[in-house]
């Protein structure tokens, strides 16, 4: 089970790049060590700035850690929970989390249409991260981009494995949807409903990245 997050990370969401990860050289101690040396990538900044310069996409092998440097694109969980085997392989003190977030045009933009053909402010999504040294670090969210707001807060935060980006994180995020409806009887969907239209936003940010 997932623990939850440090009181102490600091309350500004997601402001941190790669360049607040250590820069300690990689060794060869594991396989997915071995795989970022093979691309010529030795330390784990770099290793970082790679993975966040692939696309946005949805991975085919997604029990593959290294689906993300295979497929040559990855998404918030295939990102950060291959950087995390980095870290774990090479004894870093890097933390994987899951936090749900309200997304709506502002904080994530690219689903503008979608929550608005479906008559939606926002909408609960979940989403991976890193922390280090009490401060979160996102490489895939672009933190640069004057157009997209930071995420103002999470509704619920978590630390958890590698091997909880797959069932676990969509079990505990259709979970909290299902409370999230019950406090909004306005809104005229059921939580199958609901996921559908989130997965309508998913392809619209896996548009917007491109093709590979």
């Not at 009181?7 to 402001?15: D, G, H, K, V």
Request: proline share 4%.
């Amino acid at each position: 089970m997932g623990v939850k997050a440090n009181s102490r990370i600091e309350r500004a969401i997601l402001t941190q790049g790669y360049d607040a990860l250590p820069s300690d050289p990689i060794r060869d101690r594991g396989r997915v060590s071995a795989a970022f040396l093979g691309l010529r990538i030795d330390d784990f900044r770099g290793a970082a700035q790679y993975v966040r310069d692939l696309p946005y996409g949805r991975n085919v092998a997604t029990s593959d850690i290294l689906a993300v440097l295979n497929e040559r694109r990855g998404t918030c969980s295939t990102k950060h929970a291959l950087l995390k085997a980095l870290a774990d392989e090479q004894g870093l003190p890097i933390r994987l989390m899951l936090g749900i977030y309200e997304m709506n045009a502002r904080n994530t933009p690219g689903i503008g249409r979608v929550l608005e053909e479906h008559h939606l402010p926002c909408m609960p999504e979940a989403h991976c991260y890193l922390v280090h040294q009490d401060r979160r670090i996102d490489m895939t969210r672009n933190l640069d981009d004057r157009d997209s707001e930071p995420i103002a807060r999470f509704l619920i935060e978590e630390e958890i494995t590698t091997e909880q980006i797959g069932e676990y994180k969509r079990s505990r995020h259709r979970a909290f949807m299902r409370q999230w409806l019950h406090r909004r009887a306005s809104l005229d969907f059921d939580l199958d409903q609901l996921w559908r239209i989130r997965e309508q936003c998913i392809a619209a940010l896996s548009r917007i990245s491109g093709p590979d």
